[in-house]
């Protein structure tokens, strides 16, 4: 069925778990889909203990509830110690691993303790507990709209148990060269747009508001001819004139007053993405031929129930920061499968005892469909999502018709007068970067960030366009 796509679209958004978005997907059903199919959600009954060993459960979140769409109400630990905390206890994981999951609660009281590593704001009233707040399906009714409607996959992990950087490298290029953190902000290896290109298949980029960042974390994609890459509305001109690349990998905008869903970023603005990035494909002409895939680069801190699984394959002889030797996968991320070749209610996952599916399956599938080699070993040992298709004659059936996109109540805790995002401070030392004069200035708002990408990025392809003649 594969060969009946003709476009594979791709939108990966920023550190939630499964169980903060999708847990309670099929709750009132007593966690089965509607064809039958078993789903691993909560059961509302899982705890994780306190610093005192008090049980603290697992609790829909209450759209009333002040801040509603930015719980957990601050940035929880990330990278891989506090990966490692969440899951086993302990920042450095033992050998071999058996995780618990019940380090959530303590690690993120370790965010908000008065000597913790919290990055950006902690919204008043945060508490430890917060990390195990989970949206019903009326909070995200775009995103559960999609996964009720077409597919979700329940078993979907993170490449690897660390933070962006890395697994975004996974999910292009199969590899991290060994980076467990996002300090290493490029890789010297070669990429799937690179693989297309070779085969003389289409590829895109897009950034949402601003070029996007993954332009500079790979020499192919550096290299690449302006053609490549756009923003959010050319993508959605290249939908609406069937135009849209053979593989488009689209970002959200990365600051804090953006789309990303970054925690504690606002939710309700991902799901206006999501519901215009389905739109965008749905009412164009090449809707019948396309699959979109919404995953989550990883965790990012938030609670998930699930056990990440052993025995993933290494990339290749990289050595792993912090000893990391990439035999196990990430925590569990949402995943949605869109595609009118799609049963509704599906619930895809690899088969038990099978590789599980993360990141490098979108490689597979692109390997497949277009008959492109791996890149590394994981991919080629990972499975792809093309048994998702299972309809001979699309759908024309829409399953948000009538869904109302939400927003947050009141008024927003962050401005583009805040200090620049994480991946804006990435986005700037990438640029910072190119073969041009001047020295980066201090960034101290997201608004001076957001320019000075806009204008060095404008003098470089200005450069690139006069010495090309």
Same mark, same amino acid.
């Given at each position: 069925?594969?060969?009946?796509?003709?476009?594979?679209?791709?939108?990966?958004?920023?550190?939630?778990?499964?169980?903060?978005?999708?847990?309670?997907?099929?709750?009132?059903?007593?966690?089965?889909?509607?064809?039958?199919?078993?789903?691993?959600?909560?059961?509302?009954?899982?705890?994780?203990?306190?610093?005192?060993?008090?049980?603290?459960?697992?609790?829909?979140?209450?759209?009333?509830?002040?801040?509603?769409?930015?719980?957990?109400?601050?940035?929880?630990?990330?990278?891989?110690?506090?990966?490692?905390?969440?899951? @086993? =206890?302990?920042?450095?994981?033992?050998?071999?691993? +058996? /995780?618990?999951?019940?380090?959530?609660?303590?690690? %993120?009281? !370790?965010?908000?303790?008065?000597?913790?590593?919290?990055?950006?704001?902690?919204?008043?009233?945060?508490?430890?507990?917060?990390?195990?707040?989970?949206?019903?399906?009326?909070?995200?009714?775009?995103?559960?709209?999609?996964?009720?409607?077409?597919?979700?996959?329940?078993?979907?992990?993170?490449?690897?148990?660390?933070?962006?950087?890395?697994?975004?490298?996974?999910?292009?290029?199969?590899?991290?060269?060994?980076?467990?953190?996002?300090?290493?902000?490029?890789?010297?290896?070669?990429?799937?747009?690179?693989?297309?290109?070779?085969?003389?298949?289409?590829?895109?980029?897009?950034?949402?508001?601003?070029?996007?960042?993954?332009?500079?974390?790979?020499?192919?994609?550096?290299?690449?001819?302006?053609?490549? @890459? =756009?923003?959010?509305?050319?993508?959605?001109?290249? +939908? /609406?004139?069937?135009?849209?690349?053979?593989?488009? %990998?689209? !970002?959200?905008?990365?600051?804090?007053?953006?789309?990303?869903?970054?925690?504690?970023?606002?939710?309700?603005?991902?799901?206006?993405?999501?519901?215009?990035?389905?739109?965008?494909?749905?009412?164009?002409?090449?809707?019948?031929?396309?699959?979109?895939?919404?995953?989550?680069?990883?965790?990012?801190?938030?609670?998930?129930?699930?056990?990440?699984?052993?025995?993933?394959?290494?990339?290749?002889?990289?050595?792993?920061?912090?000893?990391?030797?990439?035999?196990?996968?990430?925590?569990?991320?949402?995943?949605?499968?869109?595609?009118?070749?799609?049963?509704?209610?599906?619930?895809?996952?690899?088969?038990?005892?099978?590789?599980?599916?993360?990141?490098?399956?979108?490689?597979?599938?692109?390997?497949?469909?277009?008959?492109?080699?791996?890149?590394?070993?994981?991919? +080629? /040992?990972?499975?792809?999502?093309?048994?998702?298709?299972?309809?001979?004659?699309?759908?024309?059936?829409?399953?948000?018709?009538?869904?109302?996109?939400?927003?947050?109540?009141?008024?927003?805790?962050?401005?583009?007068?805040?200090?620049?995002?994480?991946?804006?401070?990435?986005?700037?030392?990438?640029?910072?970067?190119?073969?041009?004069?001047?020295?980066?200035?201090?960034?101290?708002?997201?608004?001076?960030?957001?320019?000075?990408?806009?204008?060095?990025?404008?003098?470089?392809?200005?450069?690139?366009?006069?010495?090309?003649?």
């Amino acid at each position: 069925m594969l060969d009946r796509i003709e476009h594979v679209v791709v939108l990966i958004l920023e550190n939630r778990s499964f169980d903060q978005l999708l847990g309670l997907l099929y709750a009132t059903a007593g966690n089965v889909s509607p064809g039958g199919a078993a789903f691993d959600g909560l059961t509302g009954h899982e705890t994780n203990p306190d610093a005192n060993g008090n049980p603290v459960r697992v609790f829909p979140i209450k759209a009333g509830r002040k801040y509603a769409y930015f719980t957990p109400g601050a940035d929880p630990g990330e990278g891989f110690q506090h990966t490692n905390a969440q899951l @086993f =206890g302990v920042a450095d994981a033992p050998r071999p691993p +058996a /995780a618990t999951c019940n380090g959530f609660v303590k690690d %993120f009281a !370790e965010i908000l303790s008065p000597g913790g590593q919290h990055v950006g704001k902690i919204l008043p009233g945060t508490v430890p507990g917060d990390i195990m707040g989970t949206f019903p399906p009326a909070m995200v009714p775009v995103l559960s709209g999609l996964a009720r409607g077409y597919a979700v996959s329940d078993r979907w992990f993170s490449s690897v148990p660390t933070e962006t950087l890395p697994n975004r490298a996974f999910a292009l290029a199969a590899t991290s060269l060994g980076a467990m953190d996002d300090k290493t902000r490029s890789f010297d290896t070669p990429s799937i747009l690179g693989r297309l290109s070779d085969a003389g298949v289409s590829w895109a980029i897009y950034g949402y508001d601003t070029d996007p960042l993954t332009r500079h974390n790979f020499p192919d994609t550096l290299a690449a001819t302006e053609d490549h @890459f =756009g923003q959010f509305a050319d993508f959605t001109r290249a +939908a /609406a004139s069937d135009a849209l690349a053979a593989f488009s %990998f689209l !970002e959200p905008s990365w600051g804090p007053t953006g789309n990303s869903q970054h925690p504690n970023y606002d939710v309700s603005s991902g799901e206006q993405l999501i519901h215009d990035v389905y739109y965008a494909l749905r009412d164009g002409p090449g809707w019948n031929e396309t699959l979109l895939v919404v995953t989550y680069d990883e965790h990012g801190g938030c609670y998930d129930h699930v056990s990440p699984p052993q025995g993933s394959t290494p990339p290749d002889a990289s050595v792993g920061e912090f000893g990391f030797d990439f035999t196990r996968f990430g925590v569990r991320v949402p995943t949605v499968l869109v595609s009118p070749l799609i049963a509704p209610g599906t619930v895809f996952r690899a088969p038990d005892g099978a590789v599980p599916l993360d990141h490098t399956s979108i490689l597979k599938t692109v390997e497949e469909r277009w008959s492109l080699p791996a890149l590394t070993a994981r991919d +080629a /040992a990972a499975r792809d999502v093309g048994g998702v298709l299972t309809l001979a004659t699309p759908r024309s059936d829409d399953p948000l018709a009538g869904v109302v996109v939400p927003r947050s109540q009141g008024p927003s805790p962050h401005f583009d007068e805040d200090p620049p995002s994480h991946l804006q401070q990435v986005h700037a030392e990438l640029v910072s970067r190119l073969p041009l004069p001047g020295e980066p200035p201090a960034l101290t708002t997201a608004r001076e960030a957001e320019r000075y990408i806009r204008e060095r990025m404008n003098a470089w392809k200005a450069g690139r366009k006069r010495s090309r003649g």
